[in-house]
């Protein structure tokens, strides 16, 4: 998997289609979750592309602080179903993690999390802040990961 980080601005209209394509076939479809995907957040973040064989395969964006939590945080973290098991979801968070720190310089990293996904995110260095929840009746956590 290659990486682009960029801007929203800077996304080419084919980006935008397609990672606005990946993230309602995963969260929409997928989980049957009726949301407004475009919550007016994305146009200050950075859209953080996963790539094999230059079609987007993974995604995340990396929110900056006071958006959405008073940490920058990371969301809308989506790998193609074809694509899973193959280790791209660490490798996209890894990256994420590292942009988050590098270009925004987060000390702290907040995330929602999927409850099935605790146990994954934990292993990368999240840890649990508050009770669980419901988001388009899926149970979240909360979680943030201190950078040391």
């Known amino acids: 998997m290659k990486f682009k980080v960029k801007k929203f601005h800077k996304l080419n209209v084919n980006e935008l289609y397609d990672l606005l394509h990946l993230r309602q076939q995963i969260f929409v479809v997928e ?43 990371i969301g809308r973290v989506v790998v193609e179903e074809k694509h899973r098991g193959k280790g791209y979801a660490h490798k996209l968070m890894d990256k994420a993690i590292k942009v988050a720190v590098e270009e925004l310089g987060a000390k702290k990293i907040s995330i929602s999390a999927q409850l099935y996904l605790k146990e994954f995110y934990e292993s990368i260095g999240f840890n649990v802040s508050g009770d669980v929840y419901l988001d388009c009746d899926l149970p979240h956590l909360k979680m943030i990961k201190t950078i040391s």
Do not use: F, M, W
């Open 31 to 73: 989980q049957n979750c009726i949301y407004l995907d475009a919550d007016g957040v994305d146009k200050a973040c950075l859209h953080l592309l996963g790539l094999v064989n230059k079609e987007i395969v993974g995604y995340a964006r990396i929110i900056p602080a006071g958006l959405i939590y008073k940490t920058p945080s």
